[in-house]
């Protein structure tokens, strides 16, 4: 089909996770009206876990109209409690009820499905404009230019050849649109291993009331992370307080020996339990409430720094350019500002010239990839000192929670707790920023 408007243009996306509802629901918005998402799996995928939902994050679902319905049953993070995991000692309280007074928005917790099921929802009051194929896979990509032309395969059904104006790859950490980018560019598609892994797990309400002291987590509008050496854990109330969620980091053990390259699995409550066993009562409690068969273990990998994250009329979104690890809580907030900025870009183009559409591309990477590539840096610094074991550089980290503790103020350690961190991620308006710097960057790349 011939393009004569930039909101003619045909626009694909692969993956329905974070970044591809958002960027689906972005274009639709900026009145982008044919667009198709191409999905592996049969519906929205594995959502049953907690996610910060952070001032960055929720100004642009506000700005999608999807941020109300979502916000009604996110819980506020108020303040967040770091705590000895052995001991349960607080090494220090950070208040954190400014926010939603200096960022206009406020730092909340939800569930997933209910970040993931409103998106979806915004996008299905788009239905003229976005066309959602689940069980469909990417299987390869022949040309990037002048015009992507891709295979994607119904799961029942014979490979289909599409071609398109632009392709957005929000593929996730596996991303074959990175893969075959990469290798059209000769650059080595380097994913890392962490060499930690997560457990994520969610405690109903009732399965908690009868103990007083998780009773009274669970009604906390806040955070509490318990750390200890290599290995910490997070826990929030979710979905107007009736779940808790906690999410683990420790050593990866399982996956390391495992002979294929599995992500996430089922994991033995009793492995759980044994990694955490020196850990308080409080924690060994809250884990032991944990349904046998509900524990799923997720291993952390991350991607070093891309050349770039466009080819021709191509662009990676979200994981597929950086993943990251979770200790700031920023992965899904940064792929939700690569689609904010994505639509902007291709709004403004003047012409629907495959060179225009490459240049506005340039301009989503230049605004998105400084910023997104420091995050990722930042969140596995805050992880190497949540991690670190006896000696000077953790006697020199907790003298600064000490610090903290008593002035009330000053550097906080856990880093996605810190005002100047803070300020970085939270005070940066993505769409402004790229609305106000399309003319200029548009004119130099
Ligand atoms: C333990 C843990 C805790 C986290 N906590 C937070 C948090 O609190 N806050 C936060 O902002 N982020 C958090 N994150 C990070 C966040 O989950 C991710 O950064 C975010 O989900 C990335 O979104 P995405 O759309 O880029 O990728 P994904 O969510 O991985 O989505 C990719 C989608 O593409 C699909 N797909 C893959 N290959 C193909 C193919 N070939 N064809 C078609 N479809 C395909 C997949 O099925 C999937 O639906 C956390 C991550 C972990 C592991």
Redesign the pocket.
């Known amino acids: 089909m011939m393009a004569t408007q930039p909101t003619d243009l045909h626009i694909c996306i692969?993956?329905?996770?974070?970044?591809?509802l958002a960027s689906a629901l972005a274009l639709a918005k900026r009145g982008f009206k044919n667009i198709d998402v191409?999905?592996?799996?049969s519906g929205l995928?594995f959502v049953g876990a907690g996610?910060?939902l952070a001032p960055n994050?929720n100004r642009i679902l506000d700005n999608l109209g999807v941020w109300e319905d979502i916000e009604k049953e996110a819980v506020d993070v108020k303040e967040t409690s770091i705590r000895q995991g052995a001991s349960d000692e607080e090494l220090a309280p950070v208040d954190l009820k400014y926010i939603r007074e200096l960022y206009s928005h406020p730092h909340m917790v939800g569930h997933r499905s209910s970040l993931a099921g409103g998106l979806y929802k915004g996008c299905k009051q788009q239905s003229n404009k976005i066309k959602f194929h689940f069980s469909t896979?990417?299987q390869s990509i022949q040309s990037f230019l002048p015009k992507p032309q891709f295979t994607v395969k119904p799961r029942n059904g014979e490979p289909i050849k599409v071609s398109c104006h632009v392709l957005l790859g929000?593929?996730?950490?596996?991303s074959?649109t990175r893969q075959r980018m990469l290798q059209e560019l000769g650059v080595e598609d380097k994913i890392v291993d962490t060499g930690q892994a997560?457990y994520?797990i969610m405690i109903k309400r009732s399965d908690m009331g009868h103990d007083t002291e998780l009773r009274d987590l669970m009604n906390k509008e806040g955070v509490t992370r318990w750390i200890g050496e290599k290995r910490h854990i997070i826990a929030y109330p979710v979905s107007s307080k009736q779940i808790y969620n906690i999410?683990t980091i420790q050593p990866d053990t399982n996956f390391a020996a495992a002979p294929d390259s599995t992500y996430t699995t089922k994991a033995s409550k009793a492995a759980m339990l044994k990694e955490f066993e020196d850990f308080c009562p409080n924690v060994r409690r809250v884990l032991d409430l944990v349904p046998d068969g509900e524990v799923c273990e997720?291993r952390?990998r991350v991607h070093s720094p891309l050349p770039t994250w466009v080819h021709g009329s191509t662009a990676l979104?979200?994981?597929?350019c950086h993943p990251?690890q979770?200790h700031l809580?920023?992965?899904?907030?940064q792929?939700m500002e690569d689609a904010a900025v994505i639509a902007v870009v291709l709004s403004k183009i003047p012409n629907t010239d495959p060179g225009s559409i490459k240049k506005a591309l340039k301009v989503y990477e230049k605004v998105r990839k400084e910023r997104a590539e420091t995050l990722v840096e930042l969140a596995a610094q805050s992880g190497r000192a949540l991690h670190l074991g006896e000696g000077k550089a953790k006697v020199e980290r907790d003298r600064e929670f000490e610090r903290l503790k008593k002035e009330g103020k000053g550097k906080v350690p856990d880093r996605w707790a810190d005002a100047d961190v803070q300020k970085m991620i939270y005070g940066f308006d993505c769409t402004k920023v790229a609305e106000d710097r399309f003319e200029e960057v548009f004119g130099v790349v």
């Open positions: 692969i993956g329905a996770g974070m970044g591809g191409y999905e592996a799996a995928g996610i910060q994050m896979s990417l929000s593929d996730g950490v596996k074959i997560a994520r999410s997720w952390l979104v979200g994981d597929a990251t979770p809580g920023q992965g899904a907030a792929a």
